[in-house]
């Protein structure tokens, strides 16, 4: 079992920068893939990004690619979402999701993750 708990949310600006924090427990952190999802207001839940479990290798989804970047601390059981250039369309609940290595490569699916935290809100002024 594994419990994800988001962090770092919050009300921001245009143009702002924001990390967001995912700590997990119950389990081997050094084990999992961990990936960022969000849901924006009247949209379904889309894919951020996710690293693998040694840290050595990340994949993003289009809407983030180039302004965001995924990292982890194995040692802090933590994995991180850094997010620069901030707009409003990237206002969403994002959440953190475990994959248990069953595989090779990373997923984009929501089917593949086993575990999932509550989300954190994050809101982009204009």
């Known amino acids: 079992q594994v419990v994800l708990v988001e962090s770092g949310g919050g009300l921001v600006q245009f143009g702002d920068s924001l990390r967001l924090s995912c700590e997990a427990s119950?389990?081997?952190?050094?084990?999992?893939?961990m990936g960022w999802f969000r849901q924006r207001p009247g949209k379904t839940r889309e894919f951020v990004g996710v690293i693998n479990w040694s840290g050595d290798d990340t994949w993003y989804g289009d809407s983030v690619k180039g302004r965001s970047t995924i990292s982890r601390d194995n040692a802090q059981n933590t994995v991180y979402l850094q997010m620069n250039n901030l707009k409003p369309d990237d206002t969403a609940v994002y959440y953190c999701?475990?994959?248990?290595?069953?595989?090779?490569?990373?997923?984009?699916?929501?089917?593949?993750?086993?575990?999932w935290g509550q989300g954190t809100q994050v809101t982009v002024s204009s």
């Open positions: 999701a475990a994959d248990i290595n069953h595989g090779p490569g990373l997923t984009d699916q929501e089917f593949e993750y086993d575990y």
């Open positions: 119950g389990s081997s952190f050094s084990s999992l893939s």
